[in-house]
């Protein structure tokens, strides 16, 4: 579904940033941004850690990012 909204939202975006621009360039830029940005943010899940609370007893949920 991200993907969805993210395709229609670039659809959208790049009319307005050749025109403010008058460059294709700052589009690709951005993308490009996106993408270093979304590669960073799963390089910091950690798999082996558990998504549930930590015990019965906790009821903090544990995170799967570290902090």
Known sequence: M????GSF??????PYLLVLTGSTAPFFVLGAA??????????MVRPE???GSASPS???PA???ET
């Open 49 to 51: 850690r558990p998504i």
């Open 9 to 14: 939202v670039t659809s959208l975006a790049f």
């Open 34 to 43: 996106l993408n270093l940005a979304g590669a960073w943010m799963w390089m």
């Open 63 to 65: 995170a799967a990012v």
């Open 58 to 60: 906790d009821p903090r």
């Open 2 to 5: 991200a993907g969805n909204l």
